[in-house]
């Protein structure tokens, strides 16, 4: 089939490659010329395992294609992905204008039948408002239909997730727009993967309650990790145990410093949007909110209850993106940390195997702030060191060289990697989320 894709960010790039990868003809459409120059040179713009690789393998195949020209978007086929980004406003609410302008180019361009798919996450009833707008900017009396078809990937995971997805969720009006969904996805009915065929608004509705659970999913287990704390568990034991039960699953419970990443605080914040402006009194996810960003100021706490002065520590930093597998900083609890320990005079050295780039816009190197391209170099002469991350690379470290490296063997750790046993027989001051915390001097209370 014919595929065209508007907006080539993460969700449309890696949307564009799969369905190219399933042998569709695709376009894709996106405003911002340096993206693009990149991508038609088969080079991805973001860090995510595979994609670069199949990019390249889609482009001499010839079956992928990139353009600025939106009228060539919309000729070259009768399915088109909205795949535009759509940021909280001020308020927090979403803010729809690329969703908008995407619309209207459509509207301009049309010259047959169109179906219209939403696959940014929008707020429910976006299909309607969409709708709307083509209407009125459409010069000819053309059919369209405009259906919703939100997309679950994860960054780190992203190409795997697309191709093996737990559920397809499609939003349908009409016969014609339900059967067009049934022909692009046969590919994925074939494996078992069910589709799950409703109305829009419950599409909508699905993305933004899925992301807004997950993110509850985590702040619950944060906040159990707090009582752990004070009462002697470890949080991953509670976890584990939770998790056998299938009503409940393991995954998603992973204590830590709390979610950061372009889709969980925007979606939550959206979504609390939402039930206010349709007078539902959702509190319940206000609460994942204010806790997720209180994991940061007490992780900062735990460092000042281990240092009280941070002025002049050598503080090593592991980890950098907001979750591992990716070099995406959006709203990572790292850069809250960092600002926090550079406004108290902390020497950082930073090291991420992605992120060092994206964080240097944010954070430029000087002389106390320095970036390294190896994690036991940037150990060196340092106090303590911050897990920040749950990078592979960092699990799987070799501890005797990190604490030969270190000039005090002390690791605060907000991703729980470390097995306790294996820290304690080495001799680490070791601070985890949800867990004992210990020294082997036995100075810690
Ligand atoms: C999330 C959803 O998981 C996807 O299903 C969804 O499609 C995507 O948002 C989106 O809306 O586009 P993503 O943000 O890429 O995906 O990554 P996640 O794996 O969900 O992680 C989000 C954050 O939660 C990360 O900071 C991660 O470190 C944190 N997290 C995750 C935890 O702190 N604990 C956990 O147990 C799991």
Redesign the pocket.
Known sequence: MKITIIGAG??GLVTAVGFADLGNEVICVDKIPFKLSKLSKGISPIYEPGLTELLQKQIKKGKIHFTDKIEEGVNFSDIIFLCVGTPNGDTGKADLSQVEEASIDIAHNMNSYKFIIEKS?VPVNTHQWVETVIKRYLKKDIKFDVASNP??????SALDDFMNPDRIVVGVESEKAKDMFKELYKPFVKKGIPLIVTTPAAAELI?HA??SF?AM??SY?NMVSELCEKVGADVNMVAEGMGYDKRIGR????A?I???????PK?VKAFIKIAEEHGVDFSLIEEVEKINLKRRTNFMKRIKNVFRIIKDKNIAVWGLS??PNTDDIREAPSIDIIRELEKSKANLKLYDPQAEEGFKHIFPEKQSLKYFDNKYEALKDTDTLLILT?WDEFKGADLDRVKENMRLPIIIDGRNIYQLKDMKKKGFEYYSIGRENFDPKGMWK
């Open positions: 993460y969700v996450t997309e679950f990937l994860k960054e780190g993305k899925s992301n997950l999913k985590i287990i995954a998603f419970l992973q830590g709390g979610y950061g990443g372009s889709c969980f979606d907001f979750k749950d």
